[in-house]
């Protein structure tokens, strides 16, 4: 009799010993579910995101509904296809998630102090032309598709907006703190031909 009643007394002992440690279990992976959601957030709020492409002004680069990724910390360079802000804004981090707000993706051709002309070529076609702040000269062939040279001169007159008048004389200057953007795919694409350059505040990330 004693046996039984020893046996009986240590049931509800280790079942209370199992339901801590379930307990404990539960406690831990809420913790970690909890901390890697913070994670996520923090990490789409502050360093990167992704972007869903609504346009076709990045054919043949990037297509309407395809989906990107941005670097939010990277400052922009020539050559980079930023996604930025068509108006500014009061708060970029909701406005970043907020689909109200129109965001465009372009290439960067020229930052702060460069200048900016078109040239018009033997074959009726305007070529783009930079000068750098240190007086180099850049032509746009320093990107690709494929591993072929984007071929995106500006087909038509009608197109070079703000370049229009310009020449290697008198070109467009960006202001400091800005950058002077386009469309790959000139024909169609409203950029900085058409509304000038952008402050970096507008800026939303780098496509990675």
Same mark, same amino acid.
């Given at each position: 009799m004693q046996t039984d009643v020893s046996t009986q007394n240590t049931q509800p002992v280790v079942q209370n010993s199992t339901n801590k440690r379930i307990s404990k279990v539960i406690d831990v992976l809420l913790t970690l579910v909890i901390v890697a959601l913070v994670c996520q957030v923090v990490l789409r709020l502050f360093f990167f995101t992704r972007v869903k492409v609504e346009q076709n002004s990045m054919e043949p680069t990037l297509f309407n509904e395809q989906t990107v990724f941005i670097n939010k910390t990277k400052l922009p360079t020539r050559g980079d296809v930023v996604v930025f802000f068509k108006e500014p804004s009061n708060n970029k981090v909701l406005d970043g998630f907020n689909p109200g707000v129109q965001k465009l993706i372009k290439r960067v051709v020229a930052t702060e102090g460069d200048?900016?002309?078109? =040239? +018009? /070529?033997?074959n009726g076609k305007y070529a783009l032309f930079v000068a750098t702040s240190t007086g180099e000269i850049l032509q746009e062939?320093?990107?690709?598709? %494929?591993?072929? &040279?984007? /071929?995106?001169?500006?087909? !038509? #007159?009608?197109?070079?907006?703000?370049? #229009? /008048?310009?020449?290697?004389?008198? &070109? $467009?200057?960006? &202001? +400091?703190?800005? $950058?002077? #953007?386009?469309?790959? %795919?000139? =024909?169609?694409? !409203?950029?900085?031909?058409?509304w000038g350059a952008f402050p970096v505040e507008q800026v939303l990330g780098v496509v990675i």
């Open positions: 200048c900016v002309w078109v =040239e +018009q /070529q033997s062939n320093y990107y690709t598709h %494929n591993g072929k &040279p984007l /071929q995106a001169d500006l087909q !038509m #007159a009608h197109n070079l907006g703000c370049l #229009a /008048q310009t020449s290697k004389a008198h &070109p $467009f200057v960006v &202001p +400091q703190g800005c $950058f002077f #953007a386009l469309g790959d %795919n000139r =024909e169609v694409s !409203m950029d900085s031909r058409h």
